[in-house]
């Protein structure tokens, strides 16, 4: 890799070229940190930047390696940290104006972790006001833009993380989901991010008792979204929902030969985008060609499933939301007050409706993942949104069907309902307007080596960001 796109090196790469000691922290952190100040004015993808600091701290790891003692394994590598995960002393304002005096008390457990295994914080990266919607734009921040296209949404919640890894950036960002939040944005922005089942990862109070919930990595590879992932995992004090033993993913991956994978396109239930049925027929080809058995099946969801989700997640998550309504409706983003006045009026039985639906749904997907080893379907069902959407007043149509603005393009929380079960999505193509489209790897409960495998043989057959043109044109 030449010096003058050293910003693409993946992470698992550096960390070996910083142990042989061909390539310094450093060296990674201003070549990082002056793509970073090229793409901002364009994307604006962060909410603080963090450089001189940085720098400091990549001085510090580089000393490190010279020692040649003992390093950590996350020693140097650049990292984006999603601005909703609270780091003590600094701002919380949760893309809000009316937090924008917010200071953290506190320092979220995965980043905690992230910054243990050596990682630098070089940036903090947007998000839509309170994480609640899957585009990316704030009174507090302003609009953040798609890299592959800046009409387009970089996906939300997770969307500054999203952008900022397609652009070379950083190497490795934080995400969180309740929604799909970290899986929208790789999706619309063409990199890899990972749902991990409920309890793997720990979370701070009280959503880490939220099954939705889940806080997991972002990267530009398979192999780089596994390093950070096992950073994050594990058992933690502060979280009694946390898992034991700790899982540490590999790094590499066996093939997927003999492998037998279920297809769905839409669900049972999806008005899906041709050019995201036309890359998911591709990249299932791929896994075929690789050796896998790919079976087409039939899901029978129904929209139904979109109707739970918004019930639990307005009765949780929107009620959450509430006191800063009472307070500060004026100052609040549209899409925040709509989510908050349907959270007010959801009921404790359409709570119960969207746990008794939960079941009805894995009596299909159960006894189907009994008989493969993953689901594979698309991550969003139209590549992506204007930058600038309002679901709240503009209406939405996929193949000339109108559909629900907020998440009917997405194919996302159906796996948050399914908590348990690990999503890895992965790109699968590009769309009529260049923005990116995803394939969504669901696993078996707490099988999460067999979706890094499998996202791995995707990958392997077409690999993007080690390919110069397989780079989103952003200066």
Not at 86 to 98: E, M, Q, V, Y
Not at 156 to 169: E, I, R, Y
Not at 171 to 186: C, F, K
Request: hydrophobic fraction near 40%.
């Amino acid at each position: 890799m030449s010096s003058s796109d050293l910003h693409y090196l993946g992470a698992v790469d550096a960390i070996r070229m910083f142990r042989s000691r061909d390539l310094s922290p450093v060296e990674l952190m201003d070549a990082v940190i002056t793509r970073a100040e090229t793409v901002a004015p364009r994307l604006n993808p962060f909410s603080q930047t963090f450089f001189d600091e940085a720098r400091d701290q990549a001085k510090k790891a580089e000393s490190r390696y010279v020692r040649g003692g003992r390093t950590r394994s996350l020693e140097g590598l650049p990292l984006a940290v999603k601005d909703e995960e609270t780091i003590k002393g600094l701002p919380a304002t949760s893309g809000s104006t009316a937090f924008r005096h917010v200071i953290g008390e506190e320092t979220t457990p995965i980043v905690e972790r992230c910054f243990n295994a050596g990682a630098v914080m070089h940036v903090r990266t947007t998000t839509p006001e309170f994480s609640c919607a899957g585009v990316c734009y704030t009174r507090h921040w302003g609009v953040t833009r798609n890299p592959w296209n800046t009409d387009y949404t970089p996906g939300g919640s997770s969307g500054g993380s999203a952008a900022t890894l397609a652009a070379g950036g950083s190497p490795l960002a934080t995400g969180s989901d309740i929604a799909g939040s970290i899986r929208i944005p790789a999706s619309c922005s063409g990199v890899v991010g990972f749902k991990p089942p409920y309890g793997r990862n720990p979370q701070g109070h009280v959503f880490n008792l939220d099954t939705y919930c889940h806080s997991g990595p972002m990267a530009r590879s398979v192999a780089d979204c596994a390093l950070l992932q096992n950073a994050m995992a594990g058992p933690h004090p502060r979280d009694i929902a946390t898992l034991k033993p700790k899982l540490r993913l590999p790094l590499d991956y066996a093939p997927v030969k003999g492998m037998r994978i279920a297809l769905s396109v839409d669900l049972g239930y999806c008005e899906v985008d041709e050019d995201v049925r036309r890359n998911t027929l591709d990249a299932a080809a791929k896994l075929k060609e690789a050796g896998a058995i790919v079976d087409e099946v039939e899901i029978g969801w129904s929209w139904d499933v979109l109707t739970a989700a918004m019930n639990y997640l307005g009765h949780l998550f929107g009620n959450s939301i509430a006191p800063a309504l009472r307070r500060h409706r004026h100052e609040l983003m549209p899409y925040t007050v709509a989510f908050a006045d349907f959270g007010a009026g959801t009921t404790g039985e359409d709570f119960l409706d969207a746990q008794k639906l939960a079941g009805e749904m894995y009596d299909v997907l159960g006894p189907l993942l009994s008989r493969y080893d993953a689901l594979v379907c698309p991550t969003s069902a139209l590549a992506a949104v204007p930058a600038e959407f309002d679901s709240t007043r503009e209406t939405l149509s996929i193949n000339g069907v109108d559909v629900d603005p907020m998440l009917g393009w997405v194919m996302t929380y159906p796996f948050n309902i399914m908590s348990r079960c690990p999503v890895l999505t992965v790109p699968s193509g590009l769309d009529h307007n260049h923005v990116p489209t995803g394939l969504q790897i669901v696993g078996r409960t707490y099988d999460d080596s067999t979706v890094f495998r499998i996202g791995h043989a995707v990958e392997s057959a077409d690999p993007w960001y080690t390919n110069p043109a397989r780079r989103p044109d952003v200066g």
